[in-house]
């Protein structure tokens, strides 16, 4: 995911010119916006890095979709074949340059509010080169579809960097705007797609905890940890009718826990639509230099978090020492 | 979502959810391989599709996406009822060949 620049005399250029990049917004509607436009490039950060780790979590659900299918083999002898494994790991290029271009964004808007120092408009005209390569990395896989949404993307990138070059604030600005309301699109499009995802991760890892279920080879005894744990007692259950019972029992867990899984998914999905929608309405405020009065993040940024949080978790204990101890499991 | 892969996903869950129950019942090998062919096709198509566009104008892909609807709902009640084995796996081969050819269109559009 990362992208490495060379110093060509048009990327130089194009990071001279995009210095100023995020002062457009600061100065697009004169001094007494300017509050404003601070305002709306912290809050496009905050949603920005919101979008990275729900891009992040669906990378680590797509990981752990290739591990079970993996695990099919063992279990049923399903052959689990390289085209599908590429088609698999395509899928996962293709979300993890989402979160690159999310990355991207992030950084650019944490540079545009912070542009009062000598070195932040170094860092600001390195971000939008970084975001005009990433947009750029895109494949065209989605059809016309999302790629009308790259293309405006990608030209409202342009029209950024040309604003700058001729020192028209205002155009940079509402460049700035364009792209957000482009971002939008392009998730809203793709969203379906994104709980497609998600669904088979929750289909075949419950399917495959039901199997092992009926096979007896798990141990359901953590089911009267409930009643044994007050009282400092282990279950060691050996009654062949009370396991039959109980595995039951958690059968019906793993399909409401799977049905669950696709619930917070398609809420967070949609939570962040709406996130994205909100934040391209309030930089197009700023842009066409009307009030901007809210001061907070939109309210659904920390529902798409919670969702978030424990796929990026596993991801990073997976990524760490093998030895490390296994972070809890977040409950909401 | 009304697409292609709303269909293809359909027949590759379905056997998706059942597998384990679906190939305890084969009583052959070559019920087995029968089985496991059907299930590596569903899950082909449905991935090559989230790959894809979905062009949900193309007359092709609507006729097809209709047809597959169809054969979902006969495949959904052959693999909840789990009668004879064959006639299951008749059914789900209707479906899988009607995805693959759905998804070939949806690739190619």
Not at chain 1, 45 to 49: C, D, L, Q, R, Y
Not at chain 1, 130 to 137: A, C, F, G, Q
């Given at each position: 995911m990362t992208n490495s620049h060379p110093a060509t005399p048009k990327f130089l250029?194009?990071?001279?010119?995009?210095?100023?990049?995020?002062?457009?917004?600061?100065?697009a509607g004169?001094?007494?916006?300017?509050?404003?436009?601070t305002a709306a490039a912290s809050q496009l950060?905050?949603?920005?890095?919101t979008?990275?780790?729900?891009?992040?979590?669906?990378?680590?659900?797509?990981?752990?979709?290739?591990?079970?299918?993996?695990?099919?083999?063992?279990?049923?002898?399903?052959?689990?074949?390289?085209?599908?494994?590429?088609?698999?790991?395509?899928?996962?290029?293709?979300?993890?340059?989402?979160a690159a271009i999310a990355k991207g964004l992030t950084e650019l808007a944490q540079n545009f509010a912070k542009l009062t120092g000598s070195t932040a408009s170094t860092d600001a005209s390195a971000s939008a080169g970084?975001?005009?390569?990433?947009?750029?990395?895109l494949k065209l896989t989605k059809g016309k579809m999302s790629s009308d949404e790259q293309a405006l993307m990608k030209a409202a990138v342009d029209l950024v960097v040309k604003a700058i070059q001729e020192r028209k604030e205002r155009e940079a600005a509402q460049g700035i705007s364009k792209f957000a309301k482009a971002l939008a699109g392009f998730f809203t499009k793709e969203a379906p797609d994104y709980e497609s995802i998600a669904r088979d991760y929750s289909a075949i890892s419950s399917s495959l905890a039901k199997s092992l279920l009926q096979n007896g080879q798990t141990d359901p005894s953590g089911f009267f940890k409930v009643a044994l744990d007050p009282y400092g007692l282990e279950p060691q259950i050996t009654d062949p009718k009370l396991k039959n019972g109980i595995e039951m029992l958690a059968e019906q867990q793993v399909d409401l826990k799977a049905k669950a899984l696709d619930e917070a998914h398609k809420n967070a999905s949609d939570d962040m639509e709406k996130c994205l929608k909100q934040m391209a309405d309030r930089i197009d405020l700023v842009a066409n230099d009307k009030p901007m009065e809210v001061r907070t993040v939109p309210v659904t940024l920390a529902n798409v978090e919670k969702w978030a949080e424990p796929f990026i978790t596993k991801s990073l204990s997976s990524a760490s020492s093998r030895s490390a101890p296994k972070a809890p499991a977040k409950t909401k | 979502m009304q697409t292609a892969l709303a269909e293809l996903e359909t027949t590759y869950f379905t056997l998706q959810s059942q597998i384990g129950m679906l190939l305890?019942?084969?009583?052959?090998?070559?019920?087995?391989?029968?089985?496991?062919?059907?299930?590596?096709?569903?899950?082909s198509a449905y991935w090559s599709c989230?790959?894809?566009?979905?062009?949900?104008?193309?007359?092709?892909?609507?006729?097809?996406?209709?047809?597959?609807?169809?054969?979902?709902?006969?495949?959904?009640?052959?693999?909840?009822?789990?009668g004879e084995i064959k006639s299951v796996i008749d059914r789900i081969t209707k479906a899988v060949t009607i995805g693959a050819s759905l998804a070939a269109k949806v690739i190619a559009a």
């Open positions: 250029r194009r990071a001279v010119a995009a210095g100023v990049l995020l002062s457009c917004l600061f100065l004169g001094c007494k916006t300017s509050d404003d436009a950060a905050a949603t920005a890095k979008l990275t780790n729900y891009y992040s979590a669906l990378d680590t659900i797509l990981g752990q979709t290739d591990q079970l299918n993996a695990v099919q083999v063992v279990l049923y002898g399903i052959p689990y074949d390289a085209p599908i494994k590429a088609e698999i790991a395509d899928t996962r290029a293709e979300i993890q340059k989402r970084k975001l005009e390569t990433e947009v750029e990395s | 305890s019942a084969c009583k052959t090998q070559e019920d087995r391989d029968a089985l496991t062919a059907k299930y590596v096709a569903a899950r989230v790959n894809k566009a979905f062009h949900d104008d193309d007359p092709d892909v609507i006729a097809l996406t209709t047809e597959l609807d169809t054969a979902n709902a006969q495949l959904k009640a052959a693999v909840q009822q789990l």
